[in-house]
């Protein structure tokens, strides 16, 4: 059953017991902390003027819920998905370029006394809930639901960005953007 109000805040640390089996639905945009936090890292290889507050924008959806897991004990089931625009700079000429990240992702916290077991060496897994889920390994109850997030977004992100297709770069020679001047080193 899934617990009317809607949060709009989450901390960064959550505790097992705080849940029970409702599950609890969060919206969450660059207003929280965290998220705000994470968003700025993407951006962190901009210069500060480079920066375009107006157009960057994250949201982070959740639906979390406690669950006893079968071998495991009391878990936390995280399902979620998020979305992002942001600048990041242009691997062949540093100028800021618009770019978009996001996903989707089904995870489970369960006791950190698993951590060492041998079925967790190759398989982060487990059946719970009705799908498979990724392992996530909590403190004592406590759960870094930003880490979560954070491992997911990074894995969407492009390596590659441009700010257009037809970028030209740096002059290898003396750094300047073929973008906007002709040096003479591209004749040499």
């Known amino acids: 059953m899934l617990q009317r109000d809607v949060k709009d805040n989450l901390d960064e640390f959550i505790r097992v017991e705080s849940f029970l089996d409702e599950e609890r639905e969060y919206h969450l945009d660059k207003s929280c902390e965290w998220v705000s936090d994470l968003l700025a890292e993407l951006e962190e290889k ?32 995280v399902r979620g998905d998020f979305q992002g625009n942001f600048l990041t700079p242009c691997v062949k ?9 996001s996903g989707e992702f089904e995870a489970v916290f369960i006791t950190d006394k698993f951590e060492k077991n041998e079925e967790f060496d190759e398989n982060l897994s487990v059946w719970a809930d009705n799908s498979e889920l990724e392992v996530y390994f909590h403190d004592r ?5 930003k880490k979560v997030i954070h491992e997911h977004i990074f894995l969407t992100l492009n390596p ?16 300047s953007d073929l973008n906007h001047e002709d040096c003479g080193h591209g004749a040499q």
């Not at 000429?93 to 990240?101: G, K, R």
């Not at 109850?141 to 639901?145: A, E, F, Q, R, V």
Request: glycine share 12%; charged share 25%; with cysteine.
């Open 46 to 77: 901009l210069e500060e003027h480079e920066k375009d507050p107006e157009n960057r924008a994250m949201t982070v959806n959740l639906k979390i819920k406690r669950k006893g897991i079968p071998t495991y004990g009391e878990g936390l089931i």
């Open 93 to 101: 000429c540093l100028a800021p370029a618009a770019e978009t990240t």
């Open 141 to 145: 109850g406590k759960c870094h639901i």
């Open 160 to 175: 590659y960005t441009l700010h257009s297709e037809d970028c030209k770069g740096l002059c290898g020679i003396c750094g």
